[in-house]
């Protein structure tokens, strides 16, 4: 029957094959009994706490604050005051010299950060320790570059920092998005309040102690932890001059409804629904590669995430066939353990929205795929799953489910692919998977996305501008493009 098969019957693979466990020591992490805010270089004693916890074993890790709008109010007053007394006013090289410290810091403590952020927000340490520090140190480094530049990059404009940043953020990526706020921010001479989000704040206050002992002035970063409500009091707070948003389209739409009318310069990064697409020329081998990295990568907790796979009608059998295959391969488990590819779901409430989605998938017709695999006991997760014989109007393939789950869709022709993949309300990402280099110019220019890969899938890198169309939000973060939303411009500028 098929290749695969066949090569099968001539090596069998052992049925009992098993990795021996190779779990990373989690004892290079200190984890306090209890946190509080980190307001103008200081630890605040928390008014309010809740308790973060793993979502691998359920059990609690620690205390952390809940804050309040006093205590929203003290960190915006800290971040306006350093603003106001030093920190605007800064030559650029200066402000680099701290970014560059930042950044140095981090890569000598990345193993505690690796361990710290796989043990609160579950994720695969190998992503952990690959991806997320490595690319969390590259941002401080590229915009430290571009600190004492300013000038070169906006020739003529004269770019002047904007106040206080409110910045709030999501579970997905805790370390790296924080990066992604504070580096442009401080590399343009703004100052900030981070919110990091409710389930994962360990490695942001992780990330304040490298803060003060990179001897950043006090109130340059201020960390507040908390739910939704503070996150609403800081992006809402008078004196935050530019909010900074990644999440839920949800949210996104309350925040600029929020701030609508008050003058603040507003960015958000918001969810997607990808199309990978993968034409009857593409190496097919590599094209299941980038589909699995595309949806099971961070357990498919990824605004960007490859979750809608368009595959031309006549490579689909042989294609299907062999992700089935691969998925078999995936190691669902300990985040701390170094094989483990898909780890904890991050909390009970995401594993409930992605349970409940597959239930819809399953009730509207679709025929749901998952490998053999067992599960841990305690804590939240969930097998890799694909889904063929998805209509365009399944709730599968229109709404966000940021889960390890998969739609598979067909196609003809490249215009009836094109058609399919646009007939989404975001427009975060894309992938296509062809031979021809003129098929990829032809998709690539039609194809409503702020990020496309080609031949490849999730690839990050510092110097390149990401970012949404439609109901993905709008401004873009890294490259020289991720430095505009941080700054105004005096467009009569210098010239005579
Ligand atoms: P969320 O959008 O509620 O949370 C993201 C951040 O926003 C957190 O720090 C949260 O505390 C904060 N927040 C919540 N309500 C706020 C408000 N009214 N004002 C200001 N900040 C607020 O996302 P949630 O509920 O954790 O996840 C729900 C769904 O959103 C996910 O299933 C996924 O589809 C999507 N999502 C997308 C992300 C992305 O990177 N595009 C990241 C996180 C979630
Ligand atoms: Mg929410």
């Known amino acids: ?27 290079i992490v200190t984890i306090e009994e209890r946190y509080g805010h980190y307001v103008g270089g200081e630890w605040l004693e928390p008014t309010e706490t809740y308790t973060t916890l793993s979502p691998a074993t359920e059990e609690p890790l620690a205390e952390v604050g809940q804050a309040t709008p006093a205590e929203v109010g003290a960190a915006v007053a800290a971040a306006r005051d350093a603003y106001e007394n030093g920190w605007s006013s800064l030559p650029g090289s200066e402000r680099a010299k701290y970014l560059f410290r930042i950044a140095r810091v981090l890569q000598e403590r990345s193993r505690e950060f690796a361990v710290l952020e796989s043990l609160n927000g579950g994720k695969p340490i190998k992503e952990s320790r690959d991806v997320d520090v490595p690319l969390a140190a590259a941002h401080f480094f590229y915009y430290a570059g571009w600190a004492d530049k300013l000038d070169y990059a906006f020739p003529g404009r004269l770019p002047r920092p904007l106040g206080v940043a409110g910045q709030v953020i999501p579970w997905n990526f805790p370390l790296l998005m924080a990066a992604w706020k504070l580096a442009p921010a401080l590399a343009t001479g703004n100052t900030v309040v981070l919110k990091p989000a409710e389930t994962t704040p360990l490695t942001a206050l992780l990330l304040a102690e490298v803060i003060r002992e990179a001897d950043l002035p006090p109130g340059v970063v201020n960390i507040l932890t908390g739910a ?10 008078e004196a935050v001059d530019k909010v900074a948003f990644t999440g839920s389209t949800e949210v996104g739409k309350v925040i600029q409804r929020a701030v609508a009318g008050t003058g603040k310069h507003v960015t958000l990064e918001l969810g997607g629904k990808a199309a990978n697409i993968v034409f009857e020329d593409a190496a097919l081998d590599q094209a299941v590669e980038g589909i699995v990295n595309g949806i099971y990568f961070n357990q498919g907790h990824v605004c960007c995430a490859g979750s809608r796979l368009f595959v031309q009608e006549s490579v689909f059998e042989p294609l299907l066939e062999r992700l089935k295959d691969r998925l078999g391969t995936l190691r669902v488990g300990d985040p701390l353990d170094k094989n483990t590819d898909i780890g904890a779901i991050n909390s009970k409430q995401q594993l409930r929205k992605i349970e409940e989605l597959v239930e819809s998938g399953v009730e509207e017709g679709a025929e749901i795929y998952q490998p053999a695999c067992d599960l841990p006991d305690r804590g939240y997760w969930f097998r890799p799953t694909l889904f063929t014989g998805v209509g365009q109007s399944h709730r ?16 003809r022709t490249p215009e009836e692919a094109l058609e399919k993949a646009n007939n989404t309300p975001y427009g975060l990402s894309a992938g296509v998977w062809t031979e021809k280099g003129s098929r990829i110019l032809w998709m690539t220019s039609r194809l409503r996305a702020g990020v496309i890969w080609a031949n490849t899938y999730n690839r990050f890198d510092p110097s390149s501008p990401f970012g949404g169309y439609k109901e993905s939000g709008f401004g873009r973060e890294g490259g020289l493009h991720g430095l505009e939303p941080y700054l105004e411009f005096e467009e009569d500028g210098r010239a005579g």
């Open 1 to 27: 029957m098929t290749e695969l098969e066949r090569k099968q019957d001539r090596a069998p693979v052992p049925a009992d094959w098993t990795y021996a466990p190779a779990p990373e020591a989690r004892d």
């Open 228 to 237: 939704g409500e503070t996150g609403a009091n800081v992006v809402t707070h």
């Open 396 to 411: 599968i393939a229109r709404e966000e489910i940021f889960g390890p789950v998969l739609s598979v869709l067909t196609f």
